[in-house]
């Protein structure tokens, strides 16, 4: 399994992003999914989170009210849209699924995207 993240880049200070993660390369069903980030000299952090039911979602504080976790399980596709971005969401963004296969929860991880917010 594969997971491929687009849509990031450079965007000006007040912008928006949309990022997605589409699954590929296998038979499995989502579990549950999430973005991260890494922004330069940091650890990864955990930026927004949801079940694969979209019944639970989690969003680090500093995004609350500006970043909207989604999916599309049809489409084994997750989505992070960013509105209001600020030079503190400048880094490389990392989605994570948590997949069922044969009954087995398996994490996979995308490759990371760099988001990069100019002033």
């Known amino acids: 399994v594969q997971l491929v993240e687009s849509g990031g880049g450079l965007v000006q200070a007040g912008g928006s992003l949309n990022l997605s993660c589409a699954a590929s390369?296998?038979?499995?069903?989502?579990?549950?999914m999430g973005w991260y980030r890494q922004a330069p000299g940091k650890e990864r952090e955990l930026v927004a989170g949801l079940t694969s039911s979209g019944g639970r979602t989690y969003y680090e504080d500093s995004v609350k009210g500006r970043f909207t976790i989604s999916s599309d399980n049809a489409k084994n596709t997750m989505y992070l849209r960013m509105n209001s971005l600020n030079g503190d969401d400048t880094a490389v963004y990392y989605c994570r699924m948590n997949l069922d296969q044969d009954g087995y929860g398996v994490d996979y991880w995308g490759k990371g995207i760099l988001v990069t917010v100019s002033s």
């Open positions: 390369g296998g038979t499995f069903s989502i579990n549950g």
